[in-house]
């Protein structure tokens, strides 16, 4: 099983970005944990971060064939991307939003999200183990699908 792992913009930041709001881990530590549950697991994890919402497109574009199922965080595109939302529909993936901050819980254009409609799921709230529930979540998708 081939698991795509998408940060979006700003998450290469993590650590020192906010961290009354998004913790003081940093993007790499995630990803390490990310990377030893998905060998525990004995799932193949490819992971992306990037600020620009046409690379974030282009890998969407390109899951299909070569992944099983997509995490993705797209941090402020969460709220107004509907090219992403777009992509995310066109390719039809198992596909599990992320958020680190409980996204409910903070200011009202962060309530919406605009890919929410189109993903088979959505976590927030739970820090960096949203991203290792996410592909506990993404996985059991896939093995039930
Ligand atoms: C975020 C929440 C978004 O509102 C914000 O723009 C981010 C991070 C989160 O993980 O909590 O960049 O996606």
New binding site residues.
């Given amino acids: 099983m081939k698991i795509l792992m998408i940060h979006?913009?700003?998450?290469n930041l993590l650590g020192t970005r906010e961290p009354n709001?998004?913790g003081m881990e940093t993007l790499e530590s995630i990803n390490e944990r990310c990377v030893h549950l998905a060998n525990e697991l004995g799932i193949e994890l490819s992971i992306y971060q990037t600020n620009s919402e046409s690379e974030i497109l282009d890998l969407i574009q390109r899951a299909p064939g070569s992944f099983d199922g997509i995490v993705i965080?797209?941090?402020?595109f969460?709220?107004y991307s509907y090219a992403i939302r777009d992509a995310l529909a066109a390719v039809k993936l198992p596909t599990v939003e992320?958020?680190?901050?409980n996204?409910q819980a903070?200011e009202e254009f962060?309530r919406e999200s605009v890919i929410a409609p189109v993903v088979s799921g959505q976590i927030?709230g739970f820090g960096g183990d949203?991203y290792l529930l996410g592909i506990h979540a993404l996985v059991g998708l896939i093995k039930n699908a």
């Fill in positions: 979006g913009p700003n998450l709001v998004y965080n797209p941090g402020a969460t709220h992320v958020h680190l901050s996204i903070r962060r927030s949203s």
